[in-house]
């Protein structure tokens, strides 16, 4: 496999704003031992890790054509890099989605033959952040849903109809999120998003 550069926007170590990291461009480098992965801003190179350092790779579910796709490295010693197929705004765009797919791809098949166990590979959220996110959502259903149903149903209140049909209708999305993103284990062979 040949070394390979990538117009690929990332972030590092929890970084939010696009617009306030020069991070752009990162490579897949192949040469033996010292084979890494490396992102680079406006000045040069501004980091580099080896494949032995990876520890997890995350690869979050997305459920809407417009969702910006990325992919999160964890390396030893708590560092971390997410690469994105977003422009430089964090919407999605169309022109690096292909060059992000490539990217995927060139990285799975450089780690699929690690040892076993030495690097996790998963899909969606983290079990604790989707905890939290189930935790909100029954919140949410019993104020938004369950309330307005039980004034319909016991009370007779029908002014209570339209509430309920507004809470239900923005509840249903938030509860497909959850379970889209669900945490998983996938075979790097297969990475998420690639047919069988």
């Known amino acids: 496999m040949a070394s390979m550069a990538y117009d690929l926007y990332y972030l590092v170590n929890g970084e939010r704003l696009f617009w306030r990291s020069a991070g752009h461009g ?8 010292d084979s890494a992965i490396a992102w680079r801003n406006q000045t040069g190179e501004a980091g580099r890790q080896l494949w032995t350092n990876i520890v997890s790779v995350n690869m979050p579910d997305t459920d809407s054509k417009d969702a910006v796709d990325k992919c999160r490295i964890d390396f030893r010693g708590g560092r971390f890099l997410v690469v ?20 995927i791809r060139a990285l799975h098949e450089r780690l699929a033959d690690a040892p076993e166990g030495d690097i996790r590979f998963t899909v969606g959220v983290s079990q604790t952040y989707r905890n939290a996110m189930l935790a909100l959502g029954v919140i949410a259903l019993l104020l938004f849903v369950v309330t307005p149903a039980v004034l319909v149903v016991d009370f007779h209140e029908w ?34 998003g690639e047919p069988d």
């Open 26 to 33: 990162v490579s897949l480098i192949d040469a033996g031992y």
């Open 84 to 103: 994105t197929d977003a422009g430089i705004n964090g919407k999605a765009d169309r022109v690096r989605a292909p060059v992000y797919r490539d990217f």
């Open 159 to 192: 002014r209570a109809i339209g509430p309920l049909t507004a809470g239900a209708t923005f509840i249903w999305p938030f509860w497909k999120k959850i379970g889209t993103n669900r945490p998983h284990a996938y075979d790097p062979h297969h990475p998420p």
